[in-house]
């Protein structure tokens, strides 16, 4: 890269800088590039000047730039939060919401494929596969034993749904898990809402803004919708934003769509399934998904509860 190439590739990196505003505060993006002299340079100089729900759809660009530009001066702290953020692009591009596991070798096993197709679908199946294994299943059931953001009633469901899962039973484990899910956004609301957290109509309509460029923003919201509460989170979740933006967009973009063009997804569409749209579903990959997503909704709750306690202490 010549220097006239470089200080294009800054001028971008400050645009895309100028876009963020209170999330430039959060630590762990501040960890990323704070060893780069110039990008630390540029930071000095900004002004936080727009909506949030810019900063949000910023942030998506911001990652590519970045991930792209070789910069000697990085530290190894720097260049490891860089490559993470290229991982989770990835993880997004091949349709496997992995977005809370970073692995070394999951990274090195899907390094050779950018987007997925009918031609190597297969092939990225059978990796994420190798990976999930029982234990890390296991796992993950004895984090939701442990949650305290739910109603307990629900373990035994959601144990019941692993079991059936074990058992390649997975029109049963996508079914208990797709009806689940809104209880489980639903269990965090009232979390916020038990913490003083007031619902903040601004915040939704900024998320909504970000996570649906093309269409206008409802004159009415509802504050019962789980799609309306899964946007109000995103303006809470402060530790590892870069991780809860993919996952919320995830889960509020394709498994809580209605779209038409979703009714055979590879994706277990909750509303779809629970309507009894989509039929597809009876397969692993719909099941380990439908896993994925309870997985990601109760570390959000778990993430937001953190906070609020820290918030009470200070």
Request: proline letters at 3%; hydrophobic letters at 35%.
């Amino acid at each position: 890269m010549d220097s006239n190439d470089y200080e294009e590739k800054l001028r971008e990196i400050r645009a895309a800088l100028n876009r963020i505003p209170k999330y430039m505060e959060n630590p762990e993006f501040k960890k990323t590039i704070e060893n780069t002299q110039r990008v630390a340079a540029a930071l000095g100089n900004m002004v936080v000047a727009i909506s949030q729900s810019e900063a949000v759809k910023a942030f998506g660009r911001l990652a590519e730039q970045l991930s792209n530009i070789k910069l000697p001066q990085l530290s190894e702290e720097a260049k490891e939060g860089l490559e993470n953020y290229h991982y989770l692009n990835k993880l997004e591009s091949l349709q496997w919401p992995l977005y809370f596991w970073v692995s070394k070798d999951l990274m090195q096993e899907l390094a050779p494929y950018t987007s997925i197709s009918e031609e190597n679908e297969d092939e990225i199946s059978t990796i994420v596969y190798k990976f999930c294994t029982a234990e890390f299943i296991d796992g993950l059931l004895m984090d939701w034993n442990n949650s305290t953001v739910m109603d307990r009633k629900r373990i035994p469901i959601l144990q019941e749904a692993i079991s059936l899962y074990n058992s390649e039973l997975y029109y049963g484990c996508v079914s208990i898990l797709a009806c689940q899910l809104n209880g489980i956004i639903t269990d965090i609301y009232n979390m916020q809402r038990a913490y003083g957290k007031e619902f903040d109509f601004k915040d939704v309509k900024r998320a909504y803004q970000s996570f649906n460029p093309q269409k206008k923003v409802p004159t009415r919201i509802k504050k019962d919708s789980e799609r309306t509460q899964l946007l109000w989170f995103i303006s809470d979740a402060e530790e590892g934003l870069m991780y809860w933006i993919k996952s919320i967009e995830y889960i509020y973009n394709i498994i809580l769509t209605s779209e038409d063009s979703m009714n055979q997804s590879s994706h277990p569409c909750r509303n779809k399934i629970c309507h009894g749209i989509q039929l597809n579903f009876g397969t692993r990959e719909h099941a380990l998904k439908s896993i994925l997503t309870i997985d990601m909704m109760i570390r959000l709750g778990e993430n937001l509860k953190h906070i609020n306690e820290n918030n009470s202490e200070n």
